[in-house]
């Protein structure tokens, strides 16, 4: 007979099998978190380098080309006078990949790598990248001559963007 009041088997593992249930729950809400987060320091990563390149071009005058190689998945950043080996050299953070890379101004520049050419004054072209992280993507467009940023949730968005540019520059002329 016992005395002493203890926990059967069956109570034990009851216990051991709701404890696997709430961390399976909590690892795949946990993921979602974090691959948001891996996405939101790439976006941030590619607004600094972006806005270091504009720094550079006025602080030495001289023009900086800022590569972003969609098929490298890296970031290179070169006075446009240097060879690429010259370059500083980033790549966005893991399991974050660079999609695509677009101009707004020429619909032909999209593509694999792209060169955006940074002026003297830190103008450049206004330009989109565009980072995926599993199931996750941000566009992120860069205003050309304010080197102003924009976070962009889908391609669709960046068609109205384009559509108002193009517009825009038809009404100029």
């Known amino acids: 007979m016992r005395t002493g009041r203890a926990f059967t088997f069956v109570e034990l593992l009851a216990v051991l ?3 696997a249930v709430l961390y399976g729950a909590v690892s795949f809400a946990a993921r979602d978190k974090l691959d948001e987060s891996r996405l ?3 976006i941030d990563q590619v ?5 270091a390149a504009r720094e550079q071009a006025m602080q030495w005058n001289r023009p900086v080309d800022w590569t972003v190689d ?5 970031y290179l950043r070169a006075f446009h006078d240097e060879a690429q080996d010259a370059a500083h050299l980033r790549t966005p953070p893991r399991g974050v990949r660079v999609a695509d890379v677009q101009t707004l101004i020429d619909d032909e520049n999209s593509g694999a790598s792209n060169v955006i050419r940074i002026s003297t004054r830190g103008y450049s072209p206004t330009y989109a990248v565009r980072l ?4 996750q993507s941000a566009w992120v467009l860069f205003c050309g001559l304010s080197g ?3 976070i962009l ?3 669709e968005e960046l068609r109205h963007v384009r559509d108002a540019m ?3 520059r038809h009404d100029a002329h």
């Open 70 to 74: 969609v098929d490298g998945n890296q």
């Open 47 to 51: 607004v600094l380098l972006d806005h």
């Open 40 to 42: 939101l320091v790439a």
């Open 148 to 150: 102003q940023t924009v």
């Open 166 to 168: 193009s517009e825009a």
């Open 153 to 155: 949730n889908d391609e």
């Open 132 to 135: 995926v992280r599993g199931k």
């Open 17 to 19: 099998a709701i404890m």
